[in-house]
């Protein structure tokens, strides 16, 4: 898996698995990866004790990682400040 994404790719995703308001859903649209194709990713690409954190953030209350738990109030996954990105394309500031 990690040998067809490029490098900049692996980076977009990590960044979206670590954004709170990033769910699933949008890596797997963009990307096209599930969730546990994120998870494979994720353990391999970071520390240990990062990708520990990473699980323990995701499964808590604090993370809005999945749509059917997120409240509904939420309609984007984007912070309003984050130019669009289209595509795989990061817009830098």
Known sequence: MNNELGEKAIDRI??????????F????????????EVIRLMRSELKASSFKLWRKRVNSGVSQKHLKKRNPDI???KCSRQRSITGNKISKR
């Open 25 to 36: 859903e949008a890596i797997q649209y963009q990307f096209g990866l599930q969730e546990k």
């Open 14 to 23: 990590i960044e979206m698995a670590w954004e709170d308001r990033t769910p």
């Open 75 to 77: 309609s984007r996954f």
